[in-house]
């Protein structure tokens, strides 16, 4: 069974084996260095408790979690937030990823943030580390491009782009 809920301290160490996956493996994210249980805990603890920090499971295991702070640390910006989505390299293209950012936005309705910022990692020619899926998954949810930074991310002796994405849930 399928179950969206709110993060637990008791998941850092599961959230973390999912997104240690995409620090060694891809481009996706362009940290490099693991960080350690107790730093990934604090991470955690510093967004959940002022903004909404979920998790995915499936039949009790965690296969995937969102989150979204103020994008930047100004109290101006209160109305707009970067949305951060993992999904389980094993359980991708299940919709996962869409019923997360659903039930994400509704929290951030709720609270009356209008913007959506995504920072997405891309390349130009695919290779093993990076393809550009999660680009065409915000598109495919209504993000549109904002900024292009070239060459901005260097990781596996490789230069990556990075894609600034927005989507209006508001309205100002």
Do not use: C
Request: hydrophobic share 35%; glycine share 6%.
């Amino acid at each position: 069974m399928i179950k969206i809920r709110d993060v637990e301290l008791k998941d850092s160490k599961r959230i973390l084996e999912i997104y240690e996956y995409y620090i060694k493996n891809t481009a996706i994210t362009f940290e490099i260095t693991i960080p350690t249980l107790e730093e990934f805990q604090k991470r955690i603890e510093d967004i959940k408790s002022k903004y909404p920090y979920i998790v995915l499971t499936l039949d009790d295991n965690i296969v995937g979690y969102a989150y979204s702070h103020m994008y930047y640390g100004r109290e101006a910006f209160k109305y707009s937030h970067e949305v951060t989505i993992y999904i389980d390299n094993n359980y991708k293209k299940h919709g996962f990823g869409k019923l997360l950012y659903t039930e994400l936005e509704k929290s951030l309705k709720a609270m009356g943030v209008i913007n959506l910022y995504a920072s997405v990692s891309i390349t130009d020619k695919y290779d093993i580390h990076l393809n550009n899926n999660s680009l065409e998954f915000h598109k495919h949810l209504g993000y549109k491009e904002v900024g292009h930074f070239k060459k901005t991310g260097y990781k596996f002796d490789t230069w990556y782009d990075l894609i600034w994405l927005e989507k209006k849930i508001g309205n100002n």
